[in-house]
Protein backbone atom coordinates (compact mmCIF):
# COMPACT_ATOMS: atom_id res chain seq x y z
CA UNK A 1 0.00 0.00 0.00
CA UNK A 2 1.94 2.92 -1.56
CA UNK A 3 2.12 5.91 0.98
CA UNK A 4 2.83 8.34 -1.87
CA UNK A 5 1.48 7.52 -5.18
CA UNK A 6 2.12 9.15 -8.62
CA UNK A 7 1.33 8.23 -12.12
CA UNK A 8 2.28 7.78 -14.27
CA UNK A 9 5.39 6.50 -14.04
CA UNK A 10 6.47 7.61 -17.28
CA UNK A 11 5.56 9.98 -20.08
CA UNK A 12 6.48 10.54 -22.93
CA UNK A 13 4.76 13.34 -25.31
CA UNK A 14 4.98 15.38 -28.28
CA UNK A 15 6.30 19.18 -27.78
CA UNK A 16 3.05 21.59 -27.60
CA UNK A 17 1.12 18.65 -25.74
CA UNK A 18 -0.94 19.24 -22.69
CA UNK A 19 -0.04 16.29 -19.81
CA UNK A 20 -1.32 15.81 -16.71
CA UNK A 21 0.56 14.28 -13.50
CA UNK A 22 -1.35 12.76 -10.76
CA UNK A 23 -0.26 12.46 -6.97
CA UNK A 24 -2.23 10.67 -3.81
CA UNK A 25 -0.86 10.39 -0.44
CA UNK A 26 -2.48 8.16 2.27
CA UNK A 27 -0.44 9.30 5.19
CA UNK A 28 -3.05 12.20 6.59
CA UNK A 29 -0.18 14.60 6.09
CA UNK A 30 -1.13 18.19 5.60
CA UNK A 31 1.30 19.21 3.23
CA UNK A 32 1.97 17.88 -0.28
CA UNK A 33 4.68 18.76 -2.58
CA UNK A 34 6.08 18.96 -6.35
CA UNK A 35 9.81 18.70 -6.86
CA UNK A 36 12.03 18.65 -10.22
CA UNK A 37 15.16 16.91 -10.93
CA UNK A 38 16.79 18.14 -14.27
CA UNK A 39 19.61 16.54 -16.17
CA UNK A 40 21.97 17.65 -13.49
CA UNK A 41 20.47 15.72 -10.57
CA UNK A 42 19.00 19.20 -9.01
CA UNK A 43 15.92 18.48 -6.76
CA UNK A 44 14.18 21.38 -6.78
CA UNK A 45 10.94 23.15 -5.12
CA UNK A 46 7.57 23.70 -7.89
CA UNK A 47 5.02 24.05 -5.46
CA UNK A 48 3.57 23.14 -2.10
CA UNK A 49 0.40 23.38 -0.80
CA UNK A 50 -0.88 23.01 2.90
CA UNK A 51 -4.22 21.64 3.46
CA UNK A 52 -5.00 22.59 0.05
CA UNK A 53 -3.79 26.43 0.54
CA UNK A 54 -0.67 26.74 -2.04
CA UNK A 55 2.30 27.77 0.04
CA UNK A 56 5.05 28.16 -2.30
CA UNK A 57 5.29 29.24 -5.75
CA UNK A 58 8.70 28.77 -6.78
CA UNK A 59 9.60 30.75 -10.32
CA UNK A 60 8.42 28.29 -13.01
CA UNK A 61 6.55 28.76 -16.08
CA UNK A 62 3.18 29.41 -15.87
CA UNK A 63 2.29 26.76 -17.90
CA UNK A 64 2.76 24.57 -14.61
CA UNK A 65 -0.73 24.79 -12.62
CA UNK A 66 -0.92 22.25 -9.64
CA UNK A 67 -4.28 21.89 -8.39
CA UNK A 68 -5.55 20.23 -4.97
CA UNK A 69 -8.79 18.98 -4.53
CA UNK A 70 -8.75 17.85 -1.50
CA UNK A 71 -5.19 17.67 0.95
CA UNK A 72 -4.76 13.75 0.13
CA UNK A 73 -4.20 15.03 -3.80
CA UNK A 74 -1.86 17.17 -5.49
CA UNK A 75 -1.97 16.98 -9.65
CA UNK A 76 0.65 18.50 -11.79
CA UNK A 77 -0.97 20.29 -15.16
CA UNK A 78 1.77 21.10 -17.84
CA UNK A 79 0.55 23.43 -20.83
CA UNK A 80 2.32 23.33 -24.36
CA UNK A 81 5.23 20.94 -23.03
CA UNK A 82 8.43 22.01 -24.65
CA UNK A 83 12.04 20.21 -24.72
CA UNK A 84 13.09 21.67 -21.48
CA UNK A 85 10.60 20.57 -19.62
CA UNK A 86 11.98 16.85 -19.49
CA UNK A 87 12.71 15.84 -16.15
CA UNK A 88 11.63 13.35 -13.28
CA UNK A 89 9.03 14.91 -11.62
CA UNK A 90 8.97 14.10 -7.52
CA UNK A 91 5.91 14.48 -5.78
CA UNK A 92 6.04 14.15 -1.82
CA UNK A 93 3.96 15.04 1.56
CA UNK A 94 4.66 15.83 4.92
CA UNK A 95 2.99 15.78 8.26
CA UNK A 96 3.66 19.93 8.64
CA UNK A 97 4.38 22.87 6.35
CA UNK A 98 8.14 22.88 7.35
CA UNK A 99 8.80 18.94 7.13
CA UNK A 100 10.55 18.46 10.22
CA UNK A 101 10.21 15.06 9.94
CA UNK A 102 11.03 14.70 6.53
CA UNK A 103 9.29 14.34 3.48
CA UNK A 104 7.62 11.08 2.17
CA UNK A 105 8.22 11.12 -1.50
CA UNK A 106 6.84 8.97 -4.26
CA UNK A 107 8.75 7.02 -6.97
CA UNK A 108 9.11 10.06 -9.45
CA UNK A 109 7.59 10.64 -12.93
CA UNK A 110 10.03 10.40 -15.70
CA UNK A 111 8.94 13.08 -18.13
CA UNK A 112 10.20 13.07 -21.73
CA UNK A 113 9.42 15.63 -24.70
CA UNK A 114 9.92 14.79 -27.99
CA UNK B 1 23.85 30.15 -7.12
CA UNK B 2 23.83 26.66 -5.38
CA UNK B 3 23.16 27.13 -1.63
CA UNK B 4 24.09 23.14 -0.60
CA UNK B 5 26.96 22.27 -2.24
CA UNK B 6 27.69 18.29 -2.23
CA UNK B 7 31.64 18.45 -3.72
CA UNK B 8 31.98 14.82 -3.95
CA UNK B 9 29.95 13.24 -6.57
CA UNK B 10 30.82 9.47 -5.95
CA UNK B 11 32.39 8.10 -2.84
CA UNK B 12 33.25 4.08 -2.46
CA UNK B 13 33.72 2.59 0.99
CA UNK B 14 34.62 -0.85 2.63
CA UNK B 15 31.84 -2.82 4.02
CA UNK B 16 32.25 -2.62 7.25
CA UNK B 17 34.13 0.79 7.16
CA UNK B 18 32.91 4.20 8.74
CA UNK B 19 31.12 6.18 4.95
CA UNK B 20 31.41 9.92 5.60
CA UNK B 21 29.35 12.15 3.19
CA UNK B 22 29.83 15.71 3.16
CA UNK B 23 27.82 18.76 2.66
CA UNK B 24 28.68 22.48 2.25
CA UNK B 25 25.90 25.64 2.64
CA UNK B 26 26.32 28.97 2.00
CA UNK B 27 23.62 30.61 4.05
CA UNK B 28 23.39 31.58 7.55
CA UNK B 29 19.75 31.83 7.48
CA UNK B 30 19.34 27.86 7.49
CA UNK B 31 18.86 26.27 10.41
CA UNK B 32 17.56 22.73 9.60
CA UNK B 33 19.52 20.19 7.88
CA UNK B 34 17.90 16.68 6.43
CA UNK B 35 19.34 13.61 4.50
CA UNK B 36 17.87 11.40 2.54
CA UNK B 37 19.16 8.10 0.59
CA UNK B 38 18.06 7.56 -3.25
CA UNK B 39 17.91 4.18 -5.07
CA UNK B 40 17.56 4.46 -8.41
CA UNK B 41 13.55 4.04 -9.82
CA UNK B 42 13.10 5.25 -6.54
CA UNK B 43 11.87 8.61 -4.76
CA UNK B 44 14.53 9.81 -1.63
CA UNK B 45 13.65 8.40 1.51
CA UNK B 46 14.01 10.27 4.49
CA UNK B 47 17.45 9.66 7.05
CA UNK B 48 17.91 11.60 9.42
CA UNK B 49 17.63 15.24 10.46
CA UNK B 50 19.78 18.03 12.54
CA UNK B 51 18.15 21.43 13.82
CA UNK B 52 20.83 24.09 13.76
CA UNK B 53 20.86 23.83 18.36
CA UNK B 54 22.34 20.65 17.93
CA UNK B 55 25.75 20.08 16.71
CA UNK B 56 25.13 16.00 16.22
CA UNK B 57 22.07 13.86 15.77
CA UNK B 58 22.48 10.13 16.20
CA UNK B 59 20.42 7.40 15.08
CA UNK B 60 21.32 3.69 14.79
CA UNK B 61 24.39 3.62 12.25
CA UNK B 62 23.58 7.03 11.41
CA UNK B 63 25.12 10.38 12.94
CA UNK B 64 24.60 13.47 11.26
CA UNK B 65 27.56 16.32 12.61
CA UNK B 66 27.09 19.96 11.99
CA UNK B 67 29.54 22.58 12.37
CA UNK B 68 27.52 26.10 11.83
CA UNK B 69 31.08 28.19 11.94
CA UNK B 70 32.23 26.29 8.86
CA UNK B 71 28.65 26.24 7.33
CA UNK B 72 29.33 22.28 7.32
CA UNK B 73 27.47 18.89 7.71
CA UNK B 74 28.39 15.63 7.49
CA UNK B 75 26.53 12.07 7.32
CA UNK B 76 28.51 9.41 9.05
CA UNK B 77 27.49 5.59 8.49
CA UNK B 78 28.88 2.87 10.98
CA UNK B 79 29.45 0.41 10.15
CA UNK B 80 28.54 0.61 6.04
CA UNK B 81 26.44 -2.24 4.35
CA UNK B 82 25.90 -2.97 0.66
CA UNK B 83 22.63 -2.10 0.91
CA UNK B 84 23.69 1.74 1.93
CA UNK B 85 24.49 1.85 -2.11
CA UNK B 86 22.66 4.27 -3.45
CA UNK B 87 22.41 8.56 -3.78
CA UNK B 88 22.71 10.75 -0.55
CA UNK B 89 21.14 14.06 -0.50
CA UNK B 90 21.40 16.76 1.87
CA UNK B 91 18.66 19.50 2.41
CA UNK B 92 18.48 22.68 4.49
CA UNK B 93 15.81 24.78 5.10
CA UNK B 94 15.65 28.26 6.54
CA UNK B 95 13.07 29.20 9.58
CA UNK B 96 9.82 30.89 7.90
CA UNK B 97 10.56 29.84 4.48
CA UNK B 98 8.44 26.28 3.86
CA UNK B 99 11.09 24.54 1.20
CA UNK B 100 13.97 22.64 1.69
CA UNK B 101 17.21 23.59 -0.86
CA UNK B 102 18.72 20.00 -2.17
CA UNK B 103 22.29 19.51 -2.93
CA UNK B 104 23.20 17.27 -5.45
CA UNK B 105 24.02 14.10 -4.44
CA UNK B 106 26.90 11.97 -3.48
CA UNK B 107 26.19 8.50 -4.51
CA UNK B 108 27.68 6.09 -2.13
CA UNK B 109 28.96 2.18 -3.00
CA UNK B 110 29.70 0.09 -0.43
CA UNK B 111 32.00 -2.98 -1.33
CA UNK B 112 31.78 -6.08 -0.14
Known amino acids: DTAVSQTPKYLVTQMGNDKSIKCEQNLGHDTMYWYKQDSKKFLKIMFSYNNKELIINETVPNRFSPKSPDKAHLNLHINSLELGDSAVYFCASSRDNRGVKGYTFGSGTRLTVV | DQQVKQNSPSLSVQEGRISILNCDYTNSMFDYFLWYKKYPAEGPTFLIS?????DKNEDGRFTVFLNKSAKHLSLHIVPSQPGDSAVYFC???????????FGTGTRLKVLA
Open chain 2, 91 to 101: AASAHGTYKYI
Open chain 2, 50 to 54: ISSIK
